[in-house]
């Protein structure tokens, strides 16, 4: 992952991840031609630095992110016909992916409007993203990554400190934005990137460290990472979206407290001295999640009332993909509420169980399960094979997806795109860093 020999060189068999080798994919059409005489530009970089480039461009528009995906796509249509070879490698999770794109497509089926929801369909690219990231990434590609997405936060919480402090008016109405069109979008980016960042900081080892202490490394003394990851938490701390300060504190606190206990207890200190010094806007913000008489917090049971009518008329398959938004006023409790509230669920659960039923939710848990239960394996062979590269991605994994998980119960942050992007980034990476390092022909 990093550019030190400990991270670069290449791994035995038996220190990569259990059943990859079993899942990988290599799917060859023919070859008459040597694949070796012909240019090794567009496999080794052009579709990485496509790749990447789209991961850091989701935080600045997903319409670029869009498009450099598609290059990337066209990029590895021109390689196979070149080398009249189609190369592919499936992730250790695929299967699970493909229990899950199955679901869907059942749900589709099923639909109450089945042309509406086949639309949905178009969201489940993300499926060959990630084999493409798997495929053509390598361990060295990750740290520059990392970098250039970190680099990128810190540009949109620039703009968010901008907008707080002199281009908006702000309100509950009118939050700061980052360089996203809603806030939501743009916090939960920063909740990831600042997860990242915090066990970028504290375990991955410097670039010019061959050897010398390990980690935990003091982040006092990386004090650029350190200025990063706290202008991306102040940037968050002004979006005041609560979903995703949960999220956050509960990913950061894992990490710290996998690299020294006492560090999240200071942590947890500094958040309550931070608390008790915000003004009282921040403050009431926090309280109003507690009391029910909150509009906000009505809205949310109202949404989740809704659903529960959803799923217990149409258990197995739902309403189907893009379906709630249209069908709502049949299962809705009350008319207390304007009909663009009930665009979604406000919780991943609800809203996949109510658009595509049980069968499909128990398929997108399972996947997370795999993931995690991947991950934590990971996490312990770095950890016995002192590979701290390994061990941050596994860590941020793990972490990332807590808090994706710990915000989606109070936000549909599932169906964000920008954050997807991110989260699926910081899941693929650990398994291209664990993975055989020899490069696709």
Same mark, same amino acid.
């Given at each position: 992952?990093?550019?030190?020999?400990?991270?670069? #060189?290449?791994? !035995?068999?038996?220190?990569?991840?259990? =059943?990859?080798?079993?899942?990988?994919?290599?799917?060859?059409? !023919?070859?008459?031609?040597?694949?070796?005489?012909?240019?090794?530009?567009?496999?080794? @970089?052009?579709?990485?630095?496509?790749? @990447?480039?789209?991961?850091?461009?989701?935080?600045?528009?997903?319409?670029?992110?869009?498009?450099?995906?598609?290059?990337? /796509?066209?990029?590895?249509?021109?390689?196979?016909?070149?080398?009249?070879?189609?190369?592919?490698?499936?992730?250790?999770?695929? =299967?699970?992916?493909? @229990?899950?794109? =199955?679901?869907?497509?059942? !749900?589709?089926?099923?639909?109450?409007?089945?042309?509406?929801?086949?639309?949905?369909?178009?969201?489940?690219?993300?499926?060959?993203?990630?084999?493409?990231?798997?495929?053509?990434?390598?361990?060295?590609?990750?740290?520059?990554?990392?970098?250039?997405?970190?680099?990128?936060?810190?540009?949109?919480?620039?703009? &968010?400190?901008?907008?707080?402090?002199?281009?908006?008016?702000?309100?509950?109405?009118?939050?700061?934005?980052?360089?996203?069109?809603?806030?939501?979008?743009?916090?939960?980016?920063?909740?990831?990137?600042?997860?990242?960042?915090?066990?970028?900081?504290?375990?991955?080892?410097?670039?010019?460290?061959?050897?010398?202490?390990?980690?935990?490394?003091?982040?006092?003394?990386?004090?650029?990472?350190?200025?990063?990851?706290?202008?991306?938490? =102040?940037?968050?701390?002004?979006?005041?979206?609560?979903?995703?300060?949960? &999220?956050?504190?509960?990913?950061?606190?894992?990490?710290?407290?996998?690299?020294?206990?006492?560090?999240?207890?200071? /942590?947890?200190?500094?958040?309550?001295?931070?608390?008790?010094?915000?003004?009282?806007?921040?403050?009431?913000?926090?309280?109003?999640?507690?009391?029910?008489?909150?509009?906000?917090?009505? @809205?949310?049971?109202?949404?989740?009332?809704?659903?529960?009518?959803?799923?217990?008329?149409?258990?197995?398959?739902?309403?189907?993909?893009?379906?709630?938004?249209?069908?709502?006023?049949?299962?809705?409790?009350?008319?207390?509420?304007?009909?663009?509230?009930?665009?979604?669920?406000?919780?991943?659960?609800?809203?996949?169980?109510?658009?595509? #039923?049980?069968?499909?939710?128990? &398929?997108?848990?399972?996947?997370?399960?795999?993931?995690?239960?991947?991950?934590?394996?990971?996490?312990?062979?770095?950890?016995?094979?002192?590979?701290?590269?390994?061990?941050?991605?596994?860590?941020?994994?793990?972490? /990332?997806?807590?808090?994706?998980?710990?915000?989606?119960?109070?936000?549909?942050?599932? #169906?964000? !795109?920008?954050?997807?992007?991110?989260?699926?980034?910081?899941?693929?990476?650990?398994?291209?860093?664990?993975?055989?390092?020899?490069?696709?022909?």
């Amino acid at each position: 992952m990093s550019t030190s020999s400990r991270s670069s #060189g290449d791994e !035995s068999s038996s220190d990569r991840m259990p =059943g990859s080798d079993r899942i990988d994919a290599n799917l060859t059409i !023919s070859s008459s031609a040597d694949p070796a005489s012909r240019s090794d530009t567009l496999p080794d @970089v052009w579709l990485p630095g496509l790749l @990447v480039c789209s991961v850091v461009a989701s935080v600045f528009s997903i319409f670029a992110a869009d498009l450099l995906f598609g290059l990337a /796509c066209v990029a590895w249509a021109r390689h196979a016909i070149e080398t009249r070879r189609v190369q592919l490698r499936l992730p250790p999770f695929f =299967g699970y992916l493909a @229990v899950f794109l =199955g679901a869907v497509v059942l !749900s589709i089926i099923f639909s109450e409007n089945i042309w509406e929801s086949a639309i949905y369909l178009k969201k489940q690219v993300w499926i060959f993203w990630i084999i493409l990231l798997f495929t053509y990434l390598r361990p060295r590609h990750l740290r520059p990554a990392f970098r250039l997405l970190f680099g990128a936060l810190v540009v949109s919480s620039l703009y &968010g400190f901008a907008q707080y402090f002199w281009l908006k008016d702000i309100d509950l109405l009118h939050r700061i934005t980052g360089l996203m069109s809603h806030w939501m979008t743009f916090s939960g980016q920063l909740m990831l990137g600042s997860i990242a960042l915090a066990a970028y900081l504290v375990f991955d080892p410097p670039s010019h460290l061959t050897g010398g202490p390990r980690p935990p490394y003091n982040p006092i003394r990386r004090p650029v990472e350190l200025g990063a990851l706290l202008l991306i938490l =102040g940037a968050l701390l002004l979006s005041m979206t609560r979903s995703s300060w949960v &999220g956050c504190l509960l990913g950061v606190f894992l990490v710290l407290a996998l690299a020294r206990p006492r560090w999240a207890v200071a /942590c947890a200190g500094a958040v309550l001295l931070v608390f008790l010094m915000l003004p009282s806007a921040f403050q009431a913000r926090v309280y109003s999640s507690f009391n029910p008489l909150d509009t906000t917090n009505r @809205v949310r049971v109202e949404l989740l009332r809704t659903g529960k009518n959803i799923i217990a008329e149409n258990p197995l398959t739902g309403l189907g993909p893009r379906m709630v938004r249209k069908s709502y006023g049949r299962y809705r409790t009350t008319d207390e509420f304007p009909g663009w509230a009930y665009q979604h669920l406000h919780n991943n659960a609800v809203q996949i169980a109510s658009e595509m #039923g049980l069968i499909t939710l128990a &398929g997108w848990l399972l996947l997370w399960i795999k993931i995690v239960w991947d991950l934590v394996s990971l996490k312990k062979r770095a950890l016995l094979a002192a590979d701290y590269s390994r061990y941050w991605l596994a860590l941020n994994g793990i972490a /990332c997806l807590v808090a994706f998980l710990s915000a989606g119960l109070f936000e549909y942050n599932y #169906g964000d !795109s920008e954050v997807l992007i991110l989260l699926l980034f910081m899941l693929t990476a650990p398994y291209v860093r664990d993975h055989k390092q020899e490069k696709p022909a």
